[in-house]
T-cell receptor
């Protein structure tokens, strides 16, 4: 068990550019979550997957955001036409449904996005 | 919608002393889970302790314990024998017990400083 990993750890981009982040969950976990955390705030839910199916999307996830989890393994979060307000830490978490600890979400280290 | 409130943006405690972090939440659900997560500086979020709403007994994990008051919708975290490694942001989080609604709702966090 190597934990949840996220790449890149830091991303600086210019306004209007597209960015893509990757999350690799714990290998046997079937649920994968994306959260966004701005400075001084707690994480806010963006979306989550059950295997490859995207089951819920927050209203925070505008049309410029898209997430995928092909084959139910890693996930990508893409932001198109970035805006300065997109600057935040993007956190990924995974969990395993069906076991005693199904309700524990394990977090990755996050990707810090800075839009200039 | 559920909300989580942490009214203490910052707390400090002398090493080896005890500190209590406050959290209140609002929900109309009867089945839910509550969590305390720790986020050290520049490191990933880790679970400290969890409480199932149907359990009357307060959860404990070594030096960490909670005071769960369901009627008052209060969920405080007590850290005994504080250590330098306890310095971090602490987030209180809520999760519905309803299947398919496992996203976490976080409070704004409490920054805990340990004074040597």
């Amino acid at each position: 068990d190597t934990g949840v990993s996220q790449n890149p750890r830091h991303k600086i981009t210019k306004r209007g550019q597209n960015v893509t982040f990757r999350c690799d969950p714990i290998s046997e976990h079937n649920r994968l979550y994306w959260y966004r955390q701005t400075l001084g705030q707690g994480p806010e839910f963006l979306t989550y997957f059950q295997n490859e199916a995207q089951l819920e999307k927050s209203r925070l996830l505008s049309d410029r955001f898209s997430a995928e989890r092909p084959k139910g393994s890693f996930s990508t979060l893409e932001i198109q036409r970035t805006e300065q307000g997109d600057s935040a830490m993007y956190l990924c978490a995974s969990s395993l449904e069906g076991r005693q600890l199904a309700y524990e979400q394990y977090f990755g280290p996050g990707t810090r996005l800075t839009v200039t | 919608a559920q909300t989580v409130t942490q009214s203490q943006p910052e707390m400090s405690v002398q090493e080896a002393e005890t500190v209590t972090l406050s959290c209140t939440y609002d929900t109309s659900e009867s089945d839910y889970y509550l969590f305390w997560y720790k986020q050290p500086p520049s490191r990933q979020m880790i679970l400290v302790i969890r409480q199932e709403a149907y359990k009357q007994q307060n959860a404990t994990e070594n030096r960490f314990s909670v005071n769960f008051q369901k009627a008052a919708k209060s969920f405080s975290l007590k850290i005994s024998d504080s250590q330098l490694g306890d310095a971090a942001m602490y987030f209180c989080a809520y999760r519905s017990g309803n299947f398919g609604n496992e996203k976490l709702t976080f409070g704004t966090g409490t920054r805990l400083t340990i004074i040597p």
